[in-house]
Protein backbone atom coordinates (compact mmCIF):
# COMPACT_ATOMS: atom_id res chain seq x y z
CA UNK A 1 0.00 0.00 0.00
CA UNK A 2 3.02 2.56 1.04
CA UNK A 3 4.81 1.91 -2.75
CA UNK A 4 1.18 2.22 -4.11
CA UNK A 5 0.76 5.93 -2.31
CA UNK A 6 4.32 7.18 -3.16
CA UNK A 7 4.18 5.94 -6.81
CA UNK A 8 0.84 7.56 -7.08
CA UNK A 9 2.10 11.17 -5.62
CA UNK A 10 5.01 10.82 -7.93
CA UNK A 11 2.31 10.25 -10.90
CA UNK A 12 0.43 13.00 -9.64
CA UNK A 13 3.60 15.09 -9.55
CA UNK A 14 4.89 14.48 -12.73
CA UNK A 15 1.25 15.23 -14.32
CA UNK A 16 1.19 18.72 -12.70
CA UNK A 17 4.33 19.45 -14.02
CA UNK A 18 3.20 17.99 -17.40
CA UNK A 19 0.03 20.33 -17.88
CA UNK A 20 1.17 23.32 -19.51
CA UNK A 21 5.07 23.40 -19.47
CA UNK A 22 6.62 24.92 -21.85
CA UNK A 23 9.35 23.17 -23.29
CA UNK A 24 13.11 24.09 -22.17
CA UNK A 25 16.03 24.33 -24.85
CA UNK A 26 18.00 21.87 -24.94
CA UNK A 27 21.79 22.57 -24.25
CA UNK A 28 24.74 21.67 -25.91
CA UNK A 29 27.63 19.96 -24.29
CA UNK A 30 31.18 21.46 -24.02
CA UNK A 31 33.92 19.20 -24.27
CA UNK A 32 37.42 20.76 -23.27
CA UNK A 33 36.92 24.46 -23.29
CA UNK A 34 39.68 26.82 -24.29
CA UNK A 35 42.85 27.71 -21.71
CA UNK A 36 42.71 30.20 -19.43
CA UNK A 37 45.42 32.57 -19.32
CA UNK A 38 47.31 34.98 -17.00
CA UNK A 39 47.53 32.93 -14.09
CA UNK A 40 49.94 30.44 -12.24
CA UNK A 41 49.62 27.49 -9.53
CA UNK A 42 51.17 28.13 -6.26
CA UNK A 43 52.28 25.20 -4.09
CA UNK A 44 50.60 26.23 -0.57
CA UNK A 45 51.17 22.98 1.39
CA UNK A 46 51.42 19.51 0.81
CA UNK A 47 50.35 15.73 2.90
CA UNK A 48 46.43 15.76 3.10
CA UNK A 49 45.72 11.98 2.90
CA UNK A 50 43.14 12.06 0.01
CA UNK A 51 41.85 15.60 0.74
CA UNK A 52 37.92 16.48 0.68
CA UNK A 53 36.94 19.73 1.91
CA UNK A 54 38.13 23.03 3.13
CA UNK A 55 36.91 25.30 5.69
CA UNK A 56 38.29 28.34 7.63
CA UNK A 57 37.82 29.26 11.44
CA UNK A 58 36.97 32.58 12.40
CA UNK A 59 40.38 33.14 13.00
CA UNK A 60 41.54 32.45 9.78
CA UNK A 61 43.04 28.83 10.26
CA UNK A 62 42.01 25.90 7.96
CA UNK A 63 40.89 23.31 7.83
CA UNK A 64 41.05 19.98 5.60
CA UNK A 65 39.35 16.54 5.66
CA UNK A 66 40.69 13.45 4.92
CA UNK A 67 38.63 11.16 3.34
CA UNK A 68 39.64 8.21 5.32
CA UNK A 69 38.63 9.70 8.35
CA UNK A 70 41.15 12.41 9.50
CA UNK A 71 40.71 16.39 10.25
CA UNK A 72 43.93 18.06 9.27
CA UNK A 73 45.07 22.22 9.70
CA UNK A 74 47.38 23.92 7.56
CA UNK A 75 50.53 24.71 9.15
CA UNK A 76 52.85 26.78 7.10
CA UNK A 77 53.76 24.43 4.20
CA UNK A 78 52.62 21.34 5.53
CA UNK A 79 49.41 19.93 7.75
CA UNK A 80 49.28 18.83 10.80
CA UNK A 81 46.31 16.74 12.24
CA UNK A 82 43.59 17.23 14.60
CA UNK A 83 42.53 15.14 17.26
CA UNK A 84 39.14 14.53 16.95
CA UNK A 85 36.17 12.26 19.48
CA UNK A 86 35.28 9.39 17.18
CA UNK A 87 33.10 10.24 14.22
CA UNK A 88 29.94 8.21 14.73
CA UNK A 89 29.57 4.87 12.52
CA UNK A 90 32.37 6.08 9.86
CA UNK A 91 32.06 4.04 7.06
CA UNK A 92 35.14 4.10 4.66
CA UNK A 93 35.14 2.27 1.24
CA UNK A 94 34.92 3.61 -2.09
CA UNK A 95 33.52 7.01 -2.44
CA UNK A 96 32.10 6.93 0.88
CA UNK A 97 34.35 8.09 4.20
CA UNK A 98 34.86 11.57 5.91
CA UNK A 99 33.64 13.97 3.40
CA UNK A 100 32.34 17.85 3.57
CA UNK A 101 32.96 20.50 6.54
CA UNK A 102 31.79 23.91 7.05
CA UNK A 103 32.29 26.02 10.03
CA UNK A 104 29.05 27.38 11.48
CA UNK A 105 29.19 31.31 10.05
CA UNK A 106 27.81 33.06 13.38
CA UNK A 107 30.82 31.54 15.92
CA UNK A 108 33.31 33.67 16.69
CA UNK A 109 34.95 31.29 19.68
CA UNK A 110 34.61 27.57 20.38
CA UNK A 111 33.33 27.06 16.54
CA UNK A 112 30.46 24.58 15.92
CA UNK A 113 32.02 22.43 13.16
CA UNK A 114 29.83 20.66 10.61
CA UNK A 115 30.57 17.66 8.69
CA UNK A 116 29.55 15.07 5.88
CA UNK A 117 30.64 11.48 6.53
CA UNK A 118 29.15 7.80 5.08
CA UNK A 119 27.88 6.26 8.79
CA UNK A 120 27.19 2.48 8.81
CA UNK A 121 28.28 -1.06 6.44
CA UNK A 122 29.24 -1.69 3.17
CA UNK A 123 25.83 -3.65 3.53
CA UNK A 124 24.05 -0.88 5.06
CA UNK A 125 25.27 2.75 4.70
CA UNK A 126 23.64 6.34 4.51
CA UNK A 127 24.88 10.11 4.73
CA UNK A 128 25.08 12.14 7.97
CA UNK A 129 25.33 15.13 8.93
CA UNK A 130 27.70 15.13 12.25
CA UNK A 131 28.66 18.24 14.22
CA UNK A 132 31.46 18.87 16.99
CA UNK A 133 32.85 22.12 19.17
CA UNK A 134 36.79 22.52 17.81
CA UNK A 135 38.25 23.87 21.11
CA UNK A 136 41.71 25.38 19.47
CA UNK A 137 42.80 21.67 20.05
CA UNK A 138 40.00 19.61 19.49
CA UNK A 139 37.52 18.32 17.78
CA UNK A 140 34.79 17.04 21.13
CA UNK A 141 31.38 16.29 21.41
CA UNK A 142 30.78 15.05 17.44
CA UNK A 143 27.04 14.05 17.41
CA UNK A 144 24.67 13.03 14.48
CA UNK A 145 22.75 15.87 13.50
CA UNK A 146 20.77 14.27 10.85
CA UNK A 147 21.21 10.78 8.60
CA UNK A 148 19.26 10.14 5.60
CA UNK A 149 16.19 7.87 6.44
CA UNK A 150 17.18 5.01 4.37
CA UNK A 151 19.99 2.79 4.50
CA UNK A 152 21.66 1.60 0.80
CA UNK A 153 24.86 -0.89 0.50
CA UNK A 154 28.24 -0.38 -1.40
CA UNK A 155 30.25 2.76 -1.68
CA UNK A 156 28.69 4.85 -4.20
CA UNK A 157 26.86 8.32 -4.68
CA UNK A 158 26.81 9.43 -1.17
CA UNK A 159 27.04 13.28 -2.13
CA UNK A 160 27.84 15.61 0.12
CA UNK A 161 28.49 18.97 0.19
CA UNK A 162 27.38 21.45 2.82
CA UNK A 163 26.55 25.22 2.50
CA UNK A 164 25.78 27.45 5.17
CA UNK A 165 23.37 30.36 3.83
CA UNK A 166 22.88 33.98 5.47
CA UNK A 167 20.51 33.05 7.49
CA UNK A 168 22.67 29.98 9.41
CA UNK A 169 20.36 27.31 8.03
CA UNK A 170 22.78 24.95 5.35
CA UNK A 171 22.15 22.96 2.28
CA UNK A 172 23.32 19.46 2.26
CA UNK A 173 23.71 17.67 -0.83
CA UNK A 174 23.08 13.75 -1.12
CA UNK A 175 23.59 11.36 -4.06
CA UNK A 176 21.22 9.02 -5.55
CA UNK A 177 22.74 5.85 -4.13
CA UNK A 178 24.71 4.42 -7.13
CA UNK A 179 24.55 3.24 -10.44
CA UNK A 180 22.49 0.83 -12.33
CA UNK A 181 21.66 -2.48 -10.44
CA UNK A 182 22.36 -0.85 -7.64
CA UNK A 183 18.79 -0.86 -5.83
CA UNK A 184 17.90 0.96 -2.64
CA UNK A 185 14.72 -0.15 -1.07
CA UNK A 186 11.94 -1.50 -4.00
CA UNK A 187 13.81 1.08 -6.69
CA UNK A 188 16.92 1.48 -8.60
CA UNK A 189 19.07 3.70 -6.67
CA UNK A 190 18.95 6.43 -9.52
CA UNK A 191 14.99 6.42 -9.64
CA UNK A 192 14.48 6.97 -5.68
CA UNK A 193 15.56 10.59 -7.34
CA UNK A 194 12.37 11.52 -8.39
CA UNK A 195 11.08 10.09 -5.24
CA UNK A 196 9.91 12.52 -2.47
CA UNK A 197 9.39 10.15 0.48
CA UNK A 198 12.84 9.67 0.30
CA UNK A 199 16.46 11.67 0.82
CA UNK A 200 18.59 9.77 -1.97
CA UNK A 201 18.97 11.67 -5.01
CA UNK A 202 17.83 15.35 -3.33
CA UNK A 203 19.38 19.05 -1.95
CA UNK A 204 18.18 19.09 1.57
CA UNK A 205 17.58 22.80 3.50
CA UNK A 206 18.45 22.32 7.40
CA UNK A 207 18.48 24.62 10.25
CA UNK A 208 21.84 24.53 11.82
CA UNK A 209 20.32 21.96 14.03
CA UNK A 210 19.56 19.33 11.41
CA UNK A 211 15.93 19.81 11.62
CA UNK A 212 13.89 20.64 8.33
CA UNK A 213 13.14 24.14 7.34
CA UNK A 214 11.06 23.17 4.20
CA UNK A 215 10.49 24.84 0.96
CA UNK A 216 7.06 26.47 1.02
CA UNK A 217 4.67 26.11 -2.00
CA UNK A 218 6.76 22.85 -2.19
CA UNK A 219 5.83 21.19 1.16
CA UNK A 220 2.10 20.69 -0.42
CA UNK A 221 3.88 17.97 -2.93
CA UNK A 222 2.53 14.45 -1.73
CA UNK A 223 4.49 12.34 0.73
CA UNK A 224 7.46 15.02 0.00
CA UNK A 225 9.72 15.15 2.97
CA UNK A 226 9.56 18.57 4.51
CA UNK A 227 13.75 18.59 4.39
CA UNK A 228 13.69 18.18 0.40
CA UNK A 229 14.83 21.58 -0.93
CA UNK A 230 15.33 20.01 -5.24
CA UNK A 231 14.96 16.80 -6.23
CA UNK A 232 15.96 15.03 -9.47
CA UNK A 233 19.78 15.00 -8.66
CA UNK A 234 22.26 12.32 -9.53
CA UNK A 235 25.04 13.02 -6.97
CA UNK A 236 25.98 16.78 -6.46
CA UNK A 237 29.26 17.17 -5.82
CA UNK A 238 30.30 20.96 -5.41
CA UNK A 239 27.99 24.06 -3.95
CA UNK A 240 28.20 27.65 -4.07
CA UNK A 241 26.61 30.83 -3.14
CA UNK A 242 26.62 34.66 -4.93
CA UNK A 243 26.21 36.68 -2.22
CA UNK A 244 25.20 39.13 -3.89
CA UNK A 245 22.38 37.71 -5.33
CA UNK A 246 21.79 34.99 -2.80
CA UNK A 247 21.60 32.30 -6.01
CA UNK A 248 23.05 28.95 -5.16
CA UNK A 249 24.83 27.17 -7.81
CA UNK A 250 25.79 23.14 -7.73
CA UNK A 251 28.18 20.77 -9.82
CA UNK A 252 26.66 16.99 -10.31
CA UNK A 253 28.11 14.01 -11.73
CA UNK A 254 26.23 12.30 -15.16
CA UNK A 255 26.97 9.04 -16.35
CA UNK A 256 29.30 8.45 -19.40
CA UNK A 257 28.92 12.16 -19.96
CA UNK A 258 26.43 14.50 -19.24
CA UNK A 259 28.01 16.45 -16.44
CA UNK A 260 26.42 19.79 -15.36
CA UNK A 261 26.31 22.63 -13.06
CA UNK A 262 22.72 23.86 -12.11
CA UNK A 263 21.19 26.62 -10.46
CA UNK A 264 19.47 25.77 -7.47
CA UNK A 265 15.92 26.62 -6.46
CA UNK A 266 13.62 25.38 -4.09
CA UNK A 267 10.83 22.87 -4.96
CA UNK A 268 12.55 22.19 -8.62
CA UNK A 269 13.04 19.24 -9.89
CA UNK A 270 16.45 18.55 -11.86
CA UNK A 271 15.26 15.47 -13.96
CA UNK A 272 17.48 12.51 -12.85
CA UNK A 273 17.03 10.38 -14.55
CA UNK A 274 13.79 11.06 -16.54
CA UNK A 275 16.37 13.85 -17.88
CA UNK A 276 19.90 13.74 -18.58
CA UNK A 277 22.68 14.20 -21.10
CA UNK A 278 24.18 11.05 -20.09
CA UNK A 279 24.37 7.40 -20.69
CA UNK A 280 23.54 4.35 -19.18
CA UNK A 281 27.91 2.83 -18.40
CA UNK A 282 26.56 -0.72 -19.31
CA UNK A 283 24.72 -0.29 -22.02
CA UNK A 284 25.17 2.93 -23.33
CA UNK A 285 22.36 3.97 -24.17
CA UNK A 286 20.89 7.49 -23.30
CA UNK A 287 18.94 7.53 -20.25
CA UNK A 288 15.93 9.69 -20.20
CA UNK A 289 15.82 12.15 -22.83
CA UNK A 290 17.13 15.81 -22.77
CA UNK A 291 14.42 17.82 -22.32
CA UNK A 292 11.59 16.97 -20.46
CA UNK A 293 8.46 19.13 -19.65
CA UNK A 294 8.28 19.96 -15.96
CA UNK A 295 11.77 19.39 -15.13
CA UNK A 296 15.01 22.48 -14.82
CA UNK A 297 17.28 22.77 -17.90
CA UNK A 298 21.62 22.74 -16.36
CA UNK A 299 23.15 25.61 -17.20
CA UNK A 300 26.36 23.90 -18.53
CA UNK A 301 26.67 20.55 -19.56
CA UNK A 302 30.46 18.60 -19.92
CA UNK A 303 30.68 15.57 -21.94
CA UNK A 304 32.93 13.88 -21.86
CA UNK A 305 32.92 13.56 -18.14
CA UNK A 306 35.34 15.83 -16.63
CA UNK A 307 33.86 14.26 -13.24
CA UNK A 308 32.76 17.74 -11.23
CA UNK A 309 33.98 18.36 -7.69
CA UNK A 310 33.90 20.99 -5.50
CA UNK A 311 32.30 24.78 -6.52
CA UNK A 312 33.00 28.50 -5.56
CA UNK A 313 31.67 31.31 -6.70
CA UNK A 314 34.46 34.46 -7.55
CA UNK A 315 34.61 37.51 -5.69
CA UNK A 316 37.94 38.09 -5.07
CA UNK A 317 40.17 41.06 -6.39
CA UNK A 318 43.34 38.98 -7.07
CA UNK A 319 41.32 38.70 -10.75
CA UNK A 320 39.17 41.06 -11.34
CA UNK A 321 38.01 40.08 -15.01
CA UNK A 322 36.78 36.93 -13.05
CA UNK A 323 34.17 37.91 -10.62
CA UNK A 324 30.99 36.48 -10.56
CA UNK A 325 32.46 33.47 -12.15
CA UNK A 326 32.09 29.67 -11.02
CA UNK A 327 35.25 27.78 -10.43
CA UNK A 328 34.38 24.16 -10.95
CA UNK A 329 36.86 21.49 -9.84
CA UNK A 330 37.69 18.26 -12.02
CA UNK A 331 38.88 14.77 -10.93
CA UNK A 332 38.79 12.67 -13.90
CA UNK A 333 39.86 16.11 -16.04
CA UNK A 334 42.87 17.04 -13.49
CA UNK A 335 41.43 20.79 -14.01
CA UNK A 336 39.98 24.15 -13.01
CA UNK A 337 36.91 25.03 -15.24
CA UNK A 338 36.00 28.68 -14.98
CA UNK A 339 32.18 29.21 -15.97
CA UNK A 340 31.97 32.97 -16.84
CA UNK A 341 28.33 34.35 -15.97
CA UNK A 342 26.42 37.10 -16.95
CA UNK A 343 24.66 39.95 -14.33
CA UNK A 344 21.63 37.46 -14.78
CA UNK A 345 23.23 34.15 -13.82
CA UNK A 346 23.39 33.21 -18.37
CA UNK A 347 26.73 31.49 -19.55
CA UNK A 348 28.90 33.87 -21.62
CA UNK A 349 32.20 31.65 -21.67
CA UNK A 350 34.30 29.04 -20.25
CA UNK A 351 37.88 28.37 -19.48
CA UNK A 352 40.13 25.58 -18.07
CA UNK A 353 43.05 25.65 -15.63
CA UNK A 354 44.74 22.30 -16.08
CA UNK A 355 45.91 21.32 -12.35
CA UNK A 356 47.72 18.19 -13.34
CA UNK A 357 45.98 16.88 -10.22
CA UNK A 358 42.69 15.28 -9.05
CA UNK A 359 41.04 18.14 -8.11
CA UNK A 360 38.02 17.47 -5.11
CA UNK A 361 37.59 20.94 -3.71
CA UNK A 362 37.62 24.60 -5.07
CA UNK A 363 37.16 27.57 -2.68
CA UNK A 364 37.90 30.67 -1.75
CA UNK A 365 39.32 31.59 1.18
CA UNK A 366 38.78 34.88 3.52
CA UNK A 367 41.64 36.44 2.18
CA UNK A 368 39.76 36.56 -1.77
CA UNK A 369 42.18 33.79 -2.73
CA UNK A 370 41.21 30.36 -4.68
CA UNK A 371 42.65 27.38 -3.19
CA UNK A 372 42.17 23.68 -4.79
CA UNK A 373 42.56 20.41 -3.38
CA UNK A 374 43.50 17.48 -4.50
CA UNK A 375 42.65 13.87 -3.09
CA UNK A 376 46.12 12.09 -3.84
CA UNK A 377 47.21 9.79 -1.31
CA UNK A 378 49.22 12.98 -0.22
CA UNK A 379 47.26 16.09 -1.61
CA UNK A 380 48.06 18.67 -2.06
CA UNK A 381 47.31 22.45 -1.51
CA UNK A 382 47.27 24.45 -4.48
CA UNK A 383 46.82 28.49 -4.45
CA UNK A 384 45.78 30.06 -8.28
CA UNK A 385 47.38 33.16 -8.33
CA UNK A 386 47.93 35.60 -11.32
CA UNK A 387 51.26 35.44 -13.55
Known sequence: MRKQRVLGAMLAVALAQLAGAALAQEIIPVDKPPLATGWQLETVATGVPQGWGMAWLPDGRMLV??????????????????????????FVGGQGGLLDIAVHPGDKTNPRIYMTIASGTDARNRTALVMGTFDGKRVTGIRTLFS?????SGGQ???SRILFLPDTTLL???GDGGNTPQRVGNMLARDQAQNLATHQGKILHLTDAGKPVGTGAAEAQPDRLAEIHSHGHRNVQGLALDPKTGRVWASEHGSRGGDEINLIEAGNNYGWPLQSYTLDYTTREPIGKKVVPGTVQPIVVWTPSPAPSGLAFY???AFPQWQGSLFSGSLAGKDVRRVQLEAAGKVTAQELIPVGQRARDVRQGPDGQLYVLTDEARGTLLRIVPK
Do not use: E
Not at 65 to 90: A, E, I, S, Y
Not at 148 to 152: F, H, I
Open 65 to 90: TGKGGTLHMLNGKTFRQVKMDPLPNL
Open 148 to 152: VRQAK
Open 157 to 159: HFG
Open 172 to 174: MSI
Open 315 to 317: TGK
